[in-house]
């Protein structure tokens, strides 16, 4: 068995999934995140299937592979700032983790223990037979169980600010990495909006001209819904539907503007309540803004560019429901 060199550098996990809480709605916006330099042209992309998940992948450059793997909630964009200078002398291996970026979610738990096993498939199906590897926060576990289970295939292993117990965490950080650490909602939320955007007569079932829509989803979902105004922004509220969502129910408003093009709003109640700042990812040809915000989560999905897109998600955070408080009960009735 060859000898796998680890080098852990100190950082904490944590720092990838922190987000500021917020403590009033509408007095502070929530964070957005950097936007990583523009990644060149790959030589080489597309999908690997691996025990029934089909991964994306790029490769870039020639020379000694490299295996990168990214952090959670995030996608190959993430090394845009290193991925080009790597790919300078070696052949660059990328791959977006399961239920990230455009590897799909799937019928199936994002697990380490199976990415460990899903990157051996990935690699021998690539054609490589060893390689070295690195890997960011999650990333970093999915490469530590790819060494373990695989250890034939890696020859060096570099784990960057990678977690081995969840007790490592700040505490307060746990409900919120909860909170969108799910990222199969937004999945859900994305390929929602790719069954029903195309549809010509049918995309909504029922119409904005309704009054009973927002009634009705909000008493389905257990969640405030608002029918959002995005007219500034040239986009007009189409009607809304019920969807399943796991084992509870979301609701999907759709938007549309003068030249037919259509966003969509995902609500559902999150399993975890805590508030948690804007995300943003693509899902394929789509971007996704996410977030969650007084008991509801929030993914605004489209095929736009992602300025124009958070312009409309800040939009629809501005216009977040705020319940009224409720009354006090009198002394005498206590």
């Known amino acids: ?40 042209a790959a030589d080489k992309s597309g999908y690997v299937e691996a025990n029934g998940i089909k991964y994306y992948y790029e490769i870039r450059g020639t ?8 952090g959670g ?10 991925l080009p200078k790597l790919a300078e002398g070696r052949q660059v291996i990328a791959v977006d983790l ?26 021998k199906e690539l054609g490589y037979g060893q390689v070295d590897v690195m890997g960011y926060s999650l990333g970093a576990g999915v490469g530590f169980r790819l060494a373990v289970q695989h250890p034939d295939l890696v020859r060096r292993l570099v784990l ?17 990495q909860a909170a969108v650490g799910g990222a199969g909602w937004v999945q859900r939320a994305a390929y929602a909006h790719g069954v029903y955007v195309p549809e010509p007569r049918h995309a909504v079932e ?45 609701a999907q408003l759709m938007y549309q503007d003068a030249q037919g093009l259509r966003v969509t709003v995902y609500l559902r109640k999150p399993d975890e309540p805590t508030d948690a700042a804007f995300r943003y990812e693509r899902q394929g040809d789509l971007g996704v803004f996410y977030w969650v915000e007084s008991g509801a989560g929030y993914a605004l999905v489209g095929a736009l560019p ?26 005498a009735s206590r």
């Open 98 to 123: 399961h239920g990230h970026g455009r590897t799909e979610l799937g019928n199936r738990p994002v697990d380490l223990i199976a990415q460990g096993d899903d990157f051996a498939v990935i690699l």
């Open 73 to 82: 909630l995030g996608s190959i964009e993430m090394f845009g700032p290193v």
């Open 160 to 176: 960057v600010s990678g977690g081995y117990a969840q007790d490592g965490f700040y505490p307060e950080m746990l409900p919120q």
């Open 206 to 250: 029922v119409k904005a001209q309704e009054e009973h829509l927002s009634r009705w989803l909000t008493r389905r979902i257990d969640v405030p819904v608002k029918l959002f105004d995005l007219s500034p922004y040239g986009f007009e509220l189409v009607g809304g539907r019920l969807l399943p969502d796991g084992a509870g129910k979301s």
């Open 63 to 70: 020379g000694e592979p490299l295996l990168l793997l990214h």
């Open 1 to 40: 068995m060859l000898k796998i060199a680890l080098t852990a550098l100190a950082l904490s996990a944590a720092a990838l999934l922190a987000t500021p809480t917020k403590s009033h709605a509408q007095e502070a916006k929530p964070m957005t995140e950097t936007t990583a330099p523009a990644l060149p």
């Open 306 to 331: 992602k300025e124009q897109l958070l312009a409309l998600a800040e939009a629809i955070y501005q216009q977040h429901p705020v319940e009224p408080p409720k009354p006090a009960v009198p002394a």
